[in-house]
T-cell receptor, first 112, second 110 residues
């Protein structure tokens, strides 16, 4: 079982560029989410989805878009990258909201 | 903002010593979960506590859920170098929005 797979692992962007972080899970989990991790800030929820076709904002959604066309995939789009979006991004899934979370291995993003 | 507060932020421990990290919520939690993140890695689920006053053990790790279901603790005995990492608690209030604490980063002196 691959679990939660996210790509790319490392990315450097220039300010203003856009990009998509890909995330896929093979556990048939209904709930998927994206977090960003910054030093001293813990894990902050960006967007989440409780099922295909349903998405909602988390704690820090500005500058990001998501979509959930299938149960398996939950891509995160950066619309116009800013240096403040330099962070480590984790995709995660669980059977339902509030249940045990399985994290992907992370994507290290630097915006210059 | 964060509803779950975690202390201390950093814990420097001599190998073989014990330590405890604490997690406190402003609201009653339906459950609390603990995760461990090794340096450069991703958070990995350790345990979930659901019942008031619940205590669970995993080898040298002891997890407690407070009677009021607003706080939790993780106690590690005889710390080893393999315990290095950041420990996160995550609390789910009744609306099931899981909120992570800022984490306790543990370093071990050999």
């Amino acid at each position: 079982n691959a679990g939660v797979t996210q790509t790319p692992k490392f990315q450097v962007l220039k300010t203003g560029q856009s990009m998509t972080l890909q995330c896929a899970q093979d556990m048939n989990h209904e709930y998927m989410s994206w977090y960003r991790q910054d030093p001293g800030m813990g894990l902050r929820l960006i967007h989440y989805s409780v099922g295909a076709g349903i998405t909602d904002q988390g704690e820090v959604p500005n500058g990001y878009n998501v979509s959930r066309s299938t149960t398996e995939d939950f891509p995160l789009r950066l619309l116009s990258a800013a240096p403040s979006q330099t962070s480590v991004y984790f995709c995660a899934s669980s059977t339902h909201r509030g249940n045990t979370i399985y994290f992907g291995e992370g994507s290290w993003l630097t915006v210059v | 903002g964060q509803q779950v507060m975690q202390i201390p932020q950093y814990q420097h421990v001599q190998e073989g010593e014990d330590f405890t990290t604490y997690c406190n919520s402003s609201t009653t939690l339906s459950n609390i979960q603990w995760y461990k993140q090794r340096p450069g890695g991703h958070p990995v689920f350790l345990i979930q506590l659901v019942k008031s006053g619940e205590v669970k053990k995993q080898k040298r790790l002891t997890f407690q859920f407070g009677e009021a279901k607003k706080n939790s603790s993780l106690h590690i005995t005889a710390t080893q170098t393999t315990d290095v990492g950041t420990y996160f608690c995550a609390g789910a209030p009744n609306d099931y929005k899981l909120s992570f604490g800022a984490g306790t980063t543990v370093t071990v002196r050999a």
